[in-house]
């Protein structure tokens, strides 16, 4: 524990140990990993991250902020760093919870509070950082293969084999490719967090984030001010509107740069870059790399 904020519940820092990677995990329910529930299991907030998933079956709950959120077999709960948690309803779930700072990823997400947010593959964490956790749903195809890539993180963990740091990280990053993925979908993960007036706004950014659009346009959409709507985006999600009509822009254009040979001005006019320079320019500054240079890293 490392103390309290303005009178409100305890802090828990992650201490980091030389040589150990910086990644617990813990089994939930009956066969519970050595240690249990976090420290306490009574309110409290972290400067860590974690992920909660929640596999076998119906059963418990989870209080974050001021909702408690029912727990479904197949759901995946994302915790933000400063979220008040309450992990008492947990004792009767079965599932597993990982935490992790976000250092853990390397020099792409360095351990400031507000720069983890650009890590790709922790941004799914950041819609939970400003309105609470992020809830996703694991299809139930696929839980089983989430057991076991949790179950073997665990196992490595406890048995600290040759190998088992570079074992650790590369199970954890795979989990955060899952969740990725599981989160490319925003307006529909929105509808099942609850936040049907954002899930109206990714709605609109999907039909026309390819042509000229402007936060003018989505406010109109959504009959807000576009006052009104960058607070409650930004208050919601961590990004403005324009960020998010960017990003869906930048994630069609990953895509096509890889699956087709279509020229790069030709990509940037189809993801709504009506000057190739401007389209170029915005792909260098989010990816380090130029729309081609991305291209060829990719290929043979």
């Known amino acids: 524990m490392r103390g309290r904020r303005d009178d409100g519940p305890p802090v828990y820092t992650y201490e980091m140990v030389p040589g150990v990677p910086p990644v617990s995990a813990i089994r939930l329910g009956q ?171 990714f709605d609109f950014i999907e039909d026309r984030y390819h042509e000229r659009v402007s936060l003018r346009d989505v406010a109109r959409a959504v009959s807000l001010s576009r006052g009104h709507l960058t607070t409650v985006v930004r208050h919601k999600t961590g990004r403005t509107v324009q960020e998010w009509i960017a990003e869906r822009r930048m994630a069609e254009a990953r895509r096509l740069l890889v699956e087709t040979d279509l020229a790069v001005e030709e990509v940037g006019r189809r993801v709504g870059y009506g000057d190739p320079g401007y389209f170029v320019r915005s792909f260098r500054h989010g990816h380090g790399a130029t729309p081609l240079g991305w291209r060829r890293a990719g290929r043979p």
């Open 31 to 201: 066969e519970s990993s050595p240690g249990g529930l976090p420290p306490g299991a009574h309110s409290h907030s972290h400067d860590f991250l974690v992920l909660t998933f929640h596999l076998e079956r119906d059963g418990g709950s989870l209080r974050l902020g001021d909702r408690k959120w029912q727990i479904e077999a197949g759901d995946v709960y994302l915790i933000a760093p400063g979220e008040i948690v309450d992990p008492s309803g947990l004792e009767v779930a079965e599932g597993w919870a990982v935490f992790f700072p976000p250092e853990v990823l390397g020099s792409r997400a360095p351990g400031a509070y507000l720069s983890w947010r650009a890590h790709p593959l922790l941004f799914p964490f950041v819609r939970g950082a400003a309105g609470g956790a992020q809830r996703l749903k694991v299809p139930s195809a696929d839980r089983s293969s989430w057991s076991e890539r949790l179950s073997a993180l665990d196992l490595e963990l406890h048995e600290r084999r040759d190998g088992y740091q570079e074992a650790v990280l590369a199970h954890l990053t795979l989990l955060l490719v899952d969740v990725s993925r599981l989160a490319v979908d925003v307006a529909d993960d929105l509808r099942l967090n609850d936040e049907p007036l954002l899930a109206e706004v």
